[in-house]
């Protein structure tokens, strides 16, 4: 307290102005604890009290939660310690769950990034209407996911839905669909990369961005010196890419572990237990009132984001500190 | 913690009746522990009811409580939705954990035992003796549901009974006879898979495929027909392992075989009876609930009691029911005097009628407002007599978590993914391990 009393006198604010020694005291201590400029904090305060209220409070009292075998009806609360994350891992459920999220990982993220750098690709030409057919490749972009949820249940309907009618036109077998585990995991995935936040569509908006700053010039003197479109895109475009590419590939990898709204529009987690992904089960422990399990599982995918995400910004920089030196 | 909870009680109190602030907070203080004498004669007591009904049901309710209201000047009773009665059990759970609770709530049979181990929850054994209850008026299927370890910790709302309804239609353009009481569930999958027509997208029957309680409490009355029960005496492990299960869960398997089954796999059933109700499943077990869309889709139908294997008729009664809960004694008191007067006969009957449930009590019955309903409406009087053979799910806290594992082995016999035995193995080894953690 001592110290800071002897830093805290500093240059006297110019227009403090002499004969006023009481205020520029005042003003003094409110700038020892606030800092130099104290208004700022008042400007910062809103949105302080947000993060803190709705982010920070709710984060450490999840991690309260991990460690309570809390029983909100009976209205008792033992501290367990790790016994929960202990629990989990020996619930067929969850590990069910990680494995269904690790599956549909695999397939939705390279997918929906090659799918999206082919769109974008078909997109950057100069050729008529081009607005027109980039304005439509957003649109699938903000179709609710949980709506979209519901129609695939529709249209993928086993015993109902428009696709076996459609099967049975060209003489296919009817298929289960949505009553079959595996299919319903890949109907999931077709169902993300159709539409929603992170489809197809959404990658290929970000690649078309980056396609766009690539400079021109350069392709025009890799064809100049004889390089072949293929040759260009391999050599020229691609690396311009690199950045956007590692941003995508982060960023699909965090959507996917966090599926949640077209299981819950669509199978619920079924059949049986086989479209139970990571968060569906958070979801399903917190109504089931089995909150210490919820919270537990909650910091497990928080954990793993957060490797995920530190390995990511890793290799980056181990990259750029190679090409640095190279 | 007495003097948390009671300061929880004294805000909630406080934030209910903020109008009558005026009284000043000393008064809150007062009513909560006076010991229900005449103490609060002459001040009002409000209290709150979730009520979690749509549509006709809550119409009907909250035309009793103005009749209430009207006619019991001490008491008001505020009538709210809460939540809708499928997801009533996480809003209580969430509101009895933040301290501002309801005094009353409309609560799934099956939920009570689990939500009964809240202290707030009211034990009503003593009340229910006093003689305007007239207790053993209300039908046993009715008062076992409401039971926890021999106390009685809810008032019954809602009692309906299971039996199949079909569509007379179909069963004449397939030239099948009606089904009758006495069939066998050969004859079940049999006339379903007559019933059945891919190319007109007719099915037999149908299953919700969810896998939840709706999925199984429609397998319960094989099981009882088949000898098994859902639990084995000393109620320690399942009653179902063995034949009953194996017989029940089969049954099941041939239905999905000869792909008679409409398999609703979208949570709430409303896919299986919207099906029903366009004239394209030829029968569907349900209850006297589902009758008033049947009956606005214009569907030509017949009610018949569930079919046996051979043995004795036995269906399943899924009560709902009132649990209250304490706010203070005042209110307490207040919330017990509404929950009686809505089950006395001139109540009950009219409820019922709306609210899709059979009568409570004997004497409901006997009332002329009910029995002109049953000559008006075709097959309500099958479902009251079906209640006679009708058996009820244990009390028991764990039932939810038992449910979950045979609904999954339910579910993958009807997919055709599993067989009846691997099945029933699932069903029991979860079962068994659910009742063990309790």
């Known amino acids: 307290m001592s110290t800071v009393f002897a830093q805290a006198p500093r240059e006297a604010p110019p227009r403090a102005g ?3 020694p009481r205020p520029a005291a005042r003003r003094s201590l409110i700038q020892r604890v606030f800092g130099e400029t104290p208004t700022a904090w008042l400007f910062v305060l809103p949105a302080v ?42 619930d067929p459920a969850f590990t069910g769950a990680v494995n269904h999220t690790l ?27 081009i607005g027109l057919y980039r304005t439509l490749a957003f649109v699938p972009v903000v179709v609710s996911a949980t709506i979209q949820g519901v129609l695939f249940s529709f249209i993928f309907d086993d015993q109902f839905g428009v696709a076996n009618a459609l099967l049975d036109k060209v003489g296919i077998a009817p298929q289960p669909f949505f009553a079959d585990g595996r299919q319903a995991l890949a109907l999931l995935v077709l169902a993300s990369l159709w539409a929603g936040t992170s489809c197809i569509s959404f990658c290929a908006v970000i690649f078309l961005a980056a396609l766009q700053d690539v400079p021109r010039e350069l392709a025009e003197a890799a064809s100049i010196d004889g390089a072949r479109p293929r040759g260009v895109f391999w050599h020229v475009t691609l690396p311009a890419l690199l950045p956007v590419l590692v941003f995508l590939l982060l960023w699909q990898t965090v959507e996917a572990i966090q599926l949640f709204d077209i299981v819950y529009g669509s199978t619920s ?29 909650s910091y497990v995918v928080a ?13 980056a920089r181990r990259r750029a500190a190679s090409r640095w030196a190279a | 913690m007495t003097t948390k909870k009671a300061l929880a009680a004294l805000a909630a109190v406080a934030a209910i009746t903020g109008g009558l602030a005026a009284c000043g907070g000393g008064g809150g203080k007062t009513g909560s522990t006076a010991s229900g004498t005449d103490a609060d004669s002459g001040k009002r007591v409000t209290i709150t009811v979730w009520h979690g009904q749509n549509q006709s049901a809550e119409k009907v309710f909250n035309r009793l409580v103005d009749r209430f209201n009207a006619t019991h000047p001490n008491i008001h009773v505020d009538s709210q939705v809460g939540s809708l009665a499928d997801s009533m059990l996480q809003k209580v759970t969430a509101a009895l954990a933040g301290g501002k609770y309801p005094d009353m709530a409309y609560i ?84 379903a898979k007559k019933l059945t027509n891919a190319g007109k997208g007719v099915f037999g029957t149908g299953w919700p495929a969810t896998g939840d309680e709706d999925t199984v409490w ?31 869960l089969s049954t099941a398997q041939q239905l999905g075989r000869d792909k008679s089954v409409y398999l609703d796999k979208t949570t709430g059933s409303e896919q299986m009876y919207r099906v029903f109700n366009n004239g394209r499943m030829g029968m569907v077990p349900t209850g006297p609930w589902e009758l008033p869309d049947i009956v606005d889709a214009k569907v030509d139908y017949g009610v018949v009691p569930m079919p046996t294997y051979g043995g004795k008729a036995v269906t399943i009664s899924g009560p709902d029911t009132w649990m209250l809960f304490d706010n203070g004694d005042a209110r307490a008191k207040a919330a017990t005097t509404f929950a009686q007067w809505l089950s006395q006969p001139a109540q009950d009957a009219v409820w019922d009628i709306d609210a899709g449930s059979l009568p409570l009590r004997r004497s409901s019955a006997d009332q002329a407002v009910w029995k002109r309903h049953a000559a008006q409406v075709d097959g309500v009087q099958d479902f009251v007599d079906a209640l006679g053979d009708a058996r009820v799910r244990p009390s028991i806290q764990n039932y939810p978590k038992l449910s979950e594992a045979f609904g999954q082995a339910i579910t993958g016999v009807l997919l055709g993914q599993k067989s009846p035995q691997d099945g029933l193995k699932q069903a029991v080894d979860g079962g068994n391990k659910a009742l063990q953690d309790q």
Do not use: C
């Open chain 2, 108 to 191: 799934f049979g099956p939920n009570v035992p689990n939500l009964a181990r809240s202290p707030k929850a009211l034990d009503l054994t003593d009340a229910v003796k006093q003689p305007g209850w007239n207790w053993n008026d209300f039908f046993p299927a009715a008062r076992t549901a409401v039971t926890v370890d021999g106390r009685v910790r809810a008032v019954p709302a809602v009692i309906d009974s299971m039996a199949v309804v079909y569509n007379k239609r179909l069963f004449q353009q397939a030239g099948i006879p009606a089904p009758k009481a006495g069939w066998t569930w050969d004859d079940y999958v049999a006339t």
């Open chain 1, 103 to 129: 599956v549909y990982t695999a397939f939705f993220v390279p997918l929906s990034i090659l799918g999206g750098l082919g769109l974008a690709l078909l997109l950057n030409r100069r050729i008529r209407f």
């Open chain 1, 303 to 315: 954990g793993g984001l957060l490797l995920i995400t530190a390995a990511t910004a890793l290799v």
């Open chain 1, 49 to 90: 009290v947000i993060i803190i209220g709705l982010a920070i409070v709710p984060l450490v009292w999840s991690l309260l939660l991990s460690v309570q075998d809390k029983d909100p009806i009976a209205e008792t609360t033992r501290y367990v310690g790790l016994r929960n994350y202990r629990d989990l891992f020996d």
């Open chain 1, 18 to 20: 002499p004969g006023a």
């Open chain 1, 269 to 297: 987690g079924g059949p049986g237990q086989s479209t139970v992904v990571v968060v569906y089960y958070i979801y399903r422990s917190i109504r089931d009132v089995a909150y210490g399990t919820g919270a537990a599982a």
């Open chain 2, 218 to 248: 429609r397998i319960w009355p094989m099981v009882w027909g088949a000898g098994g029960d859902v639990l084995a005496p000393g109620g320690t492990s399942v009653g179902y392992a063995g034949q009953s299960g194996l017989r029940a």
